[in-house]
């Protein structure tokens, strides 16, 4: 392979200014847009040697025969082009915005002679004002039907408000006592007017002097023993206070700002909006993007912001402050352009750090996560999908049958101790957990000796797959009794997966040839997870960024891992409660003491002795005694294959490491060198 392209422009031809460029094919479609403040330095990291590029970079780089670029006076005004040029082109390797459906919204027609109150989806409604976005359609109808109650402004159609206008005759709604509008005849235009001004009013900042206002009319209308007029602001009351109650309070009353929490891995994003206005979440927005090329978050978090808020539209204006997960490396154009977007009033880009903010961003994150996981899972929920995957799966590697069943290998250990490996089945493209397996490993030197270890247990157990025969036998009593065929093993797969790239899945051949095995495939993935290995090629297999198998080969890999960080979890709680043990004056209850109070075995480890000593019931000596015998780390484990059915459970708070696939710790559950890896 060449070390770069050989139409690549000179350095000295490209400037040094802030601009915008643009990748073309030979037929001149646009590939990619990106912004840069130095050019040169940007388009330099493209046109590096190409095996240091990531795979998806560089056959962008590739599929490109042309590069432009467009210098501007700043940062802002390049981050403005670039979105631009998104819209115009649309670039097939820019992020994608998966938006499945639109969001419901309550939107008041503000334009119109009688403003009507509505469901819609359209944000588009000249004059209108909205509020929203509502996860559910139900509960923009549950507000509107509370709000009226107190404010009962119009909700007909255009066509029944002319039509009772012209004749006189209240609309139907009117005369059922759903709208209240100057066509149910009961109020004239400007009276109703006033009423729509109020129902904003309350709606855009939740003010409960209203509700206090009412109070004191019901307390007066009872003394003067109106009771019918008191019930009915004792009715509106209520309704008012049950709007207040479903939009739950997070922080301060004057606090307005929008809150992103994103969820990521190597091809796409979830992200999960909180509008919070007054202090209350308003509205919950979520959507997913594809990633093409390998870009940061702080990228990522740039063009999901400017996604959002360029829409020109009021309802997109941005508030006073947007807070999301990571800042970008333009922050400060980011900003300006925010504030521009607001009418140059101002909006602060900010991330939580600490307090309210940060659990509310937490709640956001975990939103985002559960979205991402369900939207990597339901692309395999039917069998039409799975099918296709199976058959996409079997054309990429050249095998002779699509892998009905698969299997996936993972190691983890804990900084070369602890070594585990889990086992994970897929047939028909689900998983099959009650076939799923553990492997304790004793001794091992790396990474691929585990692996190799792992497949020749598993390969030296083929022979088992076949049904044993059933053998009569008489117990003492005289009786035959027959016993159950077992099977360790359905059938023998025929696909073997192995997290890592070439260096795993040599040694995963090396132990299916000592095996004598050639009928069965064997694919290794790699760091980036979308890049799978062949024993022996040079270069790995690229699946289509949005094609099933690349989705079902994913959610293979993350259970995989998920397995097999659950079970080294256990190992380590088992290990430290055994180690506990030992010491004299710590019994099973201070043990367990020990451990709910630090919550996780990592922190335990990391405690001092006086951090210790404040456990109930476990003095300076014994906490002394604690951190001695925890600072002695365990060289090897127990071998062992245990069956099981479901995974343990998670040890709560803790912070693991993983083998990675270059053999470093780095840290888990949340991510591992080969990216982040949800639960399945």
């Not at 388009?43 to 432009?68: C, D, G, I, Q, W």
């Not at 040029?85 to 334009?111: G, L």
């Not at 585990?450 to 003492?476: I, W």
Request: hydrophobic share 35%; aromatic share 6%; net charge neutral.
């Amino acid at each position: 392979m060449a070390d770069t392209v050989p139409w690549r422009p000179k350095a000295g031809e490209i400037p040094t200014d802030p601009g915008v460029y643009r990748w073309r094919d030979g037929n001149g479609r646009v590939l990619y847009v990106g912004k840069a403040k130095n050019l040169r330095a940007r388009l330099s990291n493209y046109f590096a040697p190409l095996p240091t590029l990531h795979e998806r970079t560089r056959r962008m780089v590739l599929t490109a025969k042309s590069v432009e670029w467009t210098t501007v006076g700043s940062e802002i005004e390049a981050l403005q082009l670039e979105y631009t040029w998104i819209k115009e082109f649309d670039p097939p390797f820019n992020v994608k915005f998966r938006d499945d459906k639109s969001y419901p919204y309550m939107a008041i027609t503000m334009a119109d002679e009688a403003p009507r109150v509505m469901v819609t989806r359209n944000r588009k409604i000249k004059g209108a004002k909205y509020f929203g976005p509502y996860p559910k359609i139900w509960a923009v109808h549950d507000t509107i039907d509370l709000m009226i109650k107190v404010f009962p402004i119009r909700t007909c159609s255009d066509s029944s408000y002319k039509r009772a206008m012209q004749t006189g005759k209240p609309c139907f709604p009117g005369q059922i006592g759903k709208c209240g509008g100057p066509c149910s005849q009961r109020v004239t235009i400007a009276e109703h007017r006033a009423l729509v001004e109020e129902f904003v009013r309350f709606m855009a900042s939740y003010d409960r002097r209203v509700i206090t206002e009412l109070r004191q009319r019901m307390g007066a209308s009872a003394d003067a023993m109106q009771y019918e007029q008191a019930a009915k602001y004792r009715d509106q009351v209520e309704a008012l206070e049950a709007v207040l109650e479903k939009s739950a309070v997070v922080l301060r009353d004057s606090v307005d700002l929008d809150l992103f929490g994103i969820a990521e891995d190597e091809l796409a994003a979830a992200v999960q909006l909180f509008s919070v206005r007054g202090g209350r979440i308003r509205g919950v927005r979520g959507w997913v993007v594809d990633k093409e090329l390998d870009i940061s978050t702080g990228d990522l978090v740039e063009q999901i912001v400017q996604g959002n808020y360029a829409d020109g539209t009021a309802e997109s204006e941005p508030p006073r402050e947007v807070v999301v997960p990571e800042l970008p490396d333009d922050a400060d154009a980011l900003q300006q352009w925010l504030s521009d977007r607001r009418g140059g009033r101002g909006t602060k880009l900010s991330t939580a750090q600490r307090g309210d903010r940060a659990g509310l961003a937490r709640t956001a994150s975990q939103n985002a996560q559960q979205a991402l996981m369900l939207y990597k899972t339901k692309r395999s929920a039917d069998y039409t999908t799975r099918a296709a995957a199976l058959a996409d799966i079997q054309e990429a590697l050249g095998m002779t049958e699509a892998p009905l069943r698969m299997e996936c290998y993972d190691i983890s250990h804990l900084q070369g101790t602890n070594v585990v490996a889990s086992m994970v089945v897929f047939e028909d493209g689900l998983p099959r957990k009650d076939q799923y397996r553990r492997y304790s490993i004793a001794e091992t030197r790396d990474d691929t000796d585990s692996m190799h270890q792992v497949l020749t247990r598993r390969l030296a157990r083929l022979d088992e797959d076949a049904e044993l025969p059933e053998q009569p036998d008489q117990n003492a009593d005289g009786v035959v009794a027959v016993e159950k065929p077992t099977k360790r093993f359905a059938y023998r797969p025929q696909l073997l997966i192995v997290d890592g790239g070439q260096p795993q899945v040599q040694a995963a051949k090396r132990a299916m040839d000592e095996a004598g095995v050639t009928d069965i495939a064997l694919v290794g993935i790699a760091k980036r997870l979308e890049e799978l290995w062949l024993p022996d090629d040079d270069f790995p297999v690229i699946l289509p960024r949005n094609s099933e198998a690349l989705f079902l080969i994913q959610r293979i890999r993350d259970e995989a891992h998920r397995f097999a960080i659950t079970h080294q979890r256990g190992r380590r709680k088992r290990d430290v409660r055994t180690q506990l043990s030992e010491i004299p004056g710590l019994g099973p209850s201070r043990v367990s003491a020990l451990l709910k109070h630090f919550g996780s075995v990592a922190r335990l480890r990391s405690a001092t002795a006086d951090e210790i000593a404040e456990v109930n019931g476990v003095g300076p000596a014994t906490a002394a005694a604690v951190v001695r015998k925890l600072t002695t780390v365990p060289t090897s484990t127990p071998t062992g294959e245990s069956p099981t059915s479901a995974p343990e459970p998670a040890e709560p708070g803790a912070q693991d490491t993983d083998a990675t696939r270059s053999g470093g710790p780095v840290q888990v559950p949340e991510t591992t060198a080969d990216g982040p890896h949800l639960p399945a």
